[in-house]
């Protein structure tokens, strides 16, 4: 199964077919003056056959399954992380998600104390706005230092999305600063996504 | 065991419980507040308890498991006694004997700023009061009362500090004064610093008084009160 695999692993420039044969797709291009196909991304190479009923019957053969093709965090944009660690003034999450779309590869983010909430940013206690386990809805503020990247909670629709109370249970949220455990009734305080009702 | 609805109890009170024993049955009690302490939990409709240990109980409500460990769960507004083991630009690391190692700011002395840091070599003792001791996070430790005096706080001189169990550090600091003390105290003289954490700290003019006063505590520490005076003034008596 491995050398299979290493025999599909192609790099940019490598050959992957002829052009009477094949069609390139996502990571492959046509040369003209040869009339091969060549490879223009690092990955494996996989053949779809055509769609019976279209004119060309040519089969499309892509590069695609290499990690750096996964999304990456951009600044501005709106990532899932969950957290690992709450430290007297950060907290240091997991991404999970970049948008809709889960990362291949792991990324680290930090949201620091001034950049929980909006208002009275000096007053924040991290521990009443996170805890290790917490899903958390972030902005990316900056690509950060080589460790992490800088996240943001300021916003209303920013902040955990999905805790679990200490008694194990996921709980609801009541206002942007409680969350309750439906087994135990008991309040937990974190600073709660505002999502909009679908 | 019937329970009157207008007052919950437990037959358990002042008894030993152990890990799993059922405190209160919730569903028997109608609307009432119940506050618990430590080492106990709500189970869905049960209150049991978590740690071994002497359940007490506190009118109206309150409920709470005294235990006595070699370690120490940190807990804010808790007295210890920390060893230094390491100093960066903003915190001091302080061991306080729980899970995790402590912090205390730099600036956290009466008077504190950047100009005058208290320089404090690794293995200085320090009386420190836990200022937050959140579950996961590092404890944060403060050399200042409430009202930001220094109050006692600060290093520790000379002296012997010893470590003993969580409960005989309560037993030392109850009020009226434990029979060891209040035996020892008729006859020498003698300062005392004791943490919750289990760390005692004594010091006296001469070497003997502190060894003295040391191996008194140590060994009188699971003694009923009367056999507590008897053995000190036993000891008394063979120092003179």
Not at chain 2, 132 to 143: H, I, V, W, Y
Request: glycine residues 8%; charged residues 20%; positive net charge.
């Amino acid at each position: 199964m491995k050398e299979r695999e290493e025999e599909n692993f192609v790099t940019p420039g490598d050959i992957l077919g002829k052009a009477l044969e094949l069609k390139p797709g996502y990571g492959a291009y046509f040369s003209s003056h040869d009339k091969t196909i060549y490879a223009s991304l690092t990955g494996f190479r996989s053949i779809t056959p055509a769609p019976i009923d279209s004119e060309d019957q040519r089969a499309t053969v892509e590069v695609k399954g290499h990690k750096a093709h996964g999304p990456v965090p951009e600044p501005g944009v709106v990532v899932t992380a969950r957290v690992t660690n709450v430290m007297a003034k950060m907290a240091s999450a997991d991404i999970v998600c970049v948008g809709p779309k889960s990362v291949k590869e792991k990324f680290t983010g930090i949201i620091r104390q001034q950049d929980v909430r909006a208002t009275e940013i000096d007053k924040v206690e991290m521990h009443s706005s996170f805890r290790p386990g917490d899903i958390v809805k972030a902005l990316v503020l900056s690509l950060g230092d080589a460790r992490a990247y800088y996240l943001s909670t300021a916003k209303n629709e920013l902040g955990v999305v999905s805790a679990k109370s200490a008694a194990g249970a996921t709980m609801v949220p009541l206002s942007w600063t409680e969350m309750q455990c439906p087994l135990t009734g008991q309040t937990e305080q974190r600073k709660v996504a505002k999502i909009d009702a679908v | 065991m019937e329970l009157k609805p207008s007052m919950p109890s437990s037959s358990l009170i002042d008894q030993q419980v152990f890990p799993g024993d059922v405190v209160l049955d919730l569903s028997k009690i109608t609307s009432q507040t119940i506050k618990l302490g430590g080492g106990l939990r709500q189970d869905g409709d049960v209150i049991s308890v978590m740690k071994a240990g002497v359940l007490k109980f506190s009118k109206p409500n309150k409920y709470w498991v005294e235990t006595s460990h070699k370690r120490y769960v940190p807990s804010a507004g808790d007295n210890v006694l920390g060893i230094v083991v390491d100093a960066r630009s903003d915190n001091f690391f302080v061991d306080i004997k729980g899970p995790t190692l402590a912090f205390l700011p730099v600036l956290a002395f009466e008077g504190g700023t950047r100009r005058n840091i208290p320089k404090f070599e690794m293995g200085t003792l320090l009386y420190v009061r836990v200022v937050k001791a959140d579950t996961g996070m590092n404890p944060e430790l403060s050399c200042m009362d409430a009202s930001g005096k220094a109050a006692e706080y600060g290093p520790l001189k000379d002296g012997f500090m010893f470590e003993t169990s969580t409960g005989l550090s309560r037993t030392l600091l109850s009020s009226p004064t434990c029979p060891v003390l209040e035996t020892l105290g008729k006859k020498i003289a003698f300062e005392i610093a004791v943490g919750l954490n289990g760390r005692v700290w004594v010091n006296s003019s001469t070497p003997s008084i502190v060894v003295l006063v040391s191996n008194t505590i140590i060994q009188t520490a699971s003694m009923s009160p009367t056999q507590q005076k008897i053995r000190v003034e036993s000891l008394l008596q063979k120092m003179q």
